[in-house]
T-cell receptor, first 116, second 110 residues
Framework: DAGVTQSPTHLIKTRGQQVTLRCSPKSGHDTVSWYQQALGQGPQFIFQYYEEEERQRGNFPDRFSGHQFPNYSSELNVNALLLGDSALYLC???????????????FGEGSWLTVV | GIQVEQSPPDLILQEGANSTLRCNFSDSVNNLQWFHQNPWGQLINLFYIPSGTKQNGRLSATTVATERYSLLYISSSQTTDSGVYFCAVLNTGTASKLTFGTGTRLQVTL
């Protein structure tokens, strides 16, 4: 049973560039959420995708965008990178049917982004 | 939005000691999870525990939803227990948007 997989593991970008991060959810899951974790802090919710649509969004600017594909995998795109975007980006996988009743949400190993 | 507070922020233990980590939350929840974040950043699920008590080896957790807190117990700690422990909650009606606490950084020494 494949867990949540993310790529790349590490990357370094220059200010102003754009980055794309990728996530494949756990087998059987249909919902992907993205979180940003700055150094020394807890993860912060960016947005959530289900049925290829953004369902919820946290307090992040429009520079952060995403996409979900028919196979449930997802991409996170960040444009016009700022130094403050340096963080660990985590993908979370869940089942939409459990969204309100609650069930275990699984996280990938994350993508470490450094903006220089 | 819901507030999640964890205590203590930092904890240093000698190997073999026991510890209790606390998570307080400000509103009703239908999901509460405890995670261990390893040095490489991966969030490892420890417990899904919106209410009641669960045990898994040396770890156990109790959530008292009516009083809005959860406790994580670590017994006979080992150096591999080091890392950051997060409590995360799903506020009732907010569809899979987890709100994380600020974490407890645990260091277990020999």
């Amino acid at each position: 049973d494949a867990g949540v997989t993310q790529s790349p593991t590490h990357l370094i970008k220059t200010r102003g560039q754009q980055v794309t991060l990728r996530c494949s959810p756990k087998s059987g899951h249909d919902t992907v959420s993205w979180y940003q974790q700055a150094l020394g802090q807890g993860p912060q919710f960016i947005f959530q995708y289900y049925e290829e649509e953004e369902r919820q969004r946290g307090n992040f600017p429009d520079r952060f965008s995403g996409h979900q594909f028919p196979n449930y995998s997802s991409e996170l795109n960040v444009n016009a990178l700022l130094l403050g975007d340096s963080a660990l980006y985590l993908c979370a996988s869940s089942l939409w049917a459990d969204s309100y009743s609650g069930n275990t949400i699984y996280f990938g190993e994350g993508s470490w982004l450094t903006v220089v | 939005g819901i507030q999640v507070e964890q205590s203590p922020p930092d904890l240093i233990l000698q190997e073999g000691a026991n510890s209790t980590l606390r998570c307080n939350f400000s509103d009703s929840v239908n999901n509460l999870q405890w995670f261990h974040q390893n040095p490489w950043g991966q969030l490892i699920n420890l417990f899904y525990i919106p209410s009641g008590t669960k045990q898994n080896g040396r770890l156990s957790a109790t959530t008292v939803a009516t009083e809005r807190y959860s406790l994580l117990y670590i017994s006979s700690s080992q150096t591999t227990d080091s890392g950051v422990y997060f409590c995360a909650v799903l506020n009732t009606g907010t569809a899979s948007k987890l709100t994380f606490g600020t974490g407890t950084r645990l260091q277990v020494t020999l």
